[in-house]
């Protein structure tokens, strides 16, 4: 019994088939355990916590930048009451400073992988891009007149909540906010 050419040709062919469907899962396998975090070799390494502050109030919003140890956002002159505190997020230490005036409230989270903390859950899922505030970009959420926009910095993260606004005041809102430090 002979073994033909064709014989070879369709082993070799199925031969590269099959490595070449097993390349294609090995990549994908790869690539799935790179987005999820879980091939410590080639993503990034784990977030750091921030050192504690020492917890305070004031309305000096230079004062609150001072003890938060970054920049805040503020209304320029609007009185505020502010306050710093330390939390956690995902077992890591986070600084955070939440400013209140009338109507509104700004709170700042750092480092700035702590920003699921500013999430308001009320306000809806789809957030509107295209906005900014005092030059870094934003992005907004809303439900039945309550906004909030969400920027960040490299160091940390900021949200601007008004429980009960109109879109077009609180944008204008937005567009006076300020960063000190």
Avoid at 27 to 47: E, N, R, V
């Amino acid at each position: 019994m002979a073994i033909s050419k064709s014989f070879f040709r369709r082993l070799l062919s199925g031969t590269v088939y099959a490595v070449g469907l097993t390349a294609a899962a090995v990549i994908c396998f790869l690539l799935i355990l790179l987005l999820t975090g879980q091939f410590k070799g080639l993503s990034q390494p784990d977030a750091v916590g921030a050192d504690p502050l020492n917890p305070g109030q004031t309305t000096d919003a230079h004062a609150l930048a001072d003890i938060f140890g970054q920049e805040i956002p503020v209304l320029p002159g609007y009185p505020i009451h502010g306050q710093a505190l330390n939390t956690s997020y995902n077992g890591r230490n986070v600084r955070m400073a939440i400013l209140q005036y009338d109507g509104f409230t700004v709170t700042c989270v750092q480092p700035a992988f702590a920003a699921p903390l500013l999430v308001k859950n009320q306000l809806s899922l789809s957030l509107k891009e295209g906005f900014a505030v005092d030059g870094l970009p934003a992005v907004m959420a809303e439900k039945d007149g309550a906004y909030c926009l969400y920027f960040n910095t490299d160091h940390a993260a900021y949200s601007l909540f008004a429980p009960a606004a109109d879109e077009d005041s609180f944008l204008q809102l937005a567009q006076k906010i300020k960063l000190i430090k």
